[in-house]
């Protein structure tokens, strides 16, 4: 049971647009930065969004980032087929002093 | 380039211990807090261990606290961790990751990861 809840899987067309949702607590979430990573199959995560909102040098604009109160949100736009991965966000939970990451989303681009 | 390549991962029994490494290069790992994440096959990510940039804080998962102590060696530039009392659950793959902001940690780099296998 991951302390941060994702939904397990998600699909969309390609050129669509998706959102995937990260709920979480006032101990994590709610007092911390929040950031998201894609794992494409057979590799490691890679850092999609950092401080909430903030995407490294080589992310392209299709990903964004947001947050309110205890929940965050990850946002794909012009969906491609190289997007097919599970992407997972992750913060610092304050109360266990330890990082804590959501289950998971399964993208699937179809 | 930053690199981050683990080691040391192998099939172990219940009980046992190993100690996974994590060669860093391509930055002023000095200057880098450094974390353990795992992936148990099939499964979503598990955090592991934080250390600070110069070792003096350490932070555990509670599912290996006491088990498990990260620590490093920065004129090495190498992260470690020593895993004890090893039980089927801790089976997965290990990355390490490098965290730019020790205060709102992150992770901007990761290794390729190593297999750590618990059977007997």
């Known amino acids: 049971q991951s302390v941060l809840t994702q939904p397990p899987s998600l699909s969309a067309a390609p050129g669509q647009k998706v959102t995937i949702s990260c709920s979480g607590s006032s101990s994590n979430i709610g007092k911390n930065y929040v950031s998201w990573y894609q794992q494409l199959p057979g590799t490691a995560p890679k850092l999609l969004i950092y401080?909430?909102?903030k995407r490294p040098s080589g992310i392209p604009d299709r990903f964004s980032g947001s947050k309110s109160a205890t929940s965050a949100t990850l946002g794909i736009t012009g969906l491609q087929t190289g997007d097919e991965a599970d992407y997972y966000c992750g913060t610092w939970d304050s109360s266990l002093s330890a990082g804590v990451f959501g289950g998971g989303t399964q993208l699937t681009v179809l | 380039e930053v690199q981050l390549v683990e080691s040391g991962g192998g099939l172990v029994q219940p009980g046992g211990s190993l100690r996974l490494s994590c060669a860093a290069s391509g930055f002023t790992f000095s200057t880098y807090s450094m974390h353990w994440v795992r992936q148990a096959p099939g499964k979503g990510l598990e955090y592991v261990s934080a250390?600070?940039?110069?070792?003096?804080?350490?932070y555990y998962a509670n599912s290996v606290k006491g088990r498990f102590t990260i620590s490093r060696d920065n004129s090495k530039n190498t992260l470690y961790l020593q895993m004890g009392s090893l039980r089927p659950e801790d089976m997965a793959v290990y990355y390490c990751a490098r965290d730019p902001n020790w205060n709102y940690p992150h992770f901007d780099y990761w290794g390729q990861g190593t297999l750590v296998t618990v059977s007997s």
């Open positions: 250390i600070s940039s110069d070792g003096g804080s350490t």
């Open positions: 401080d909430n909102n």
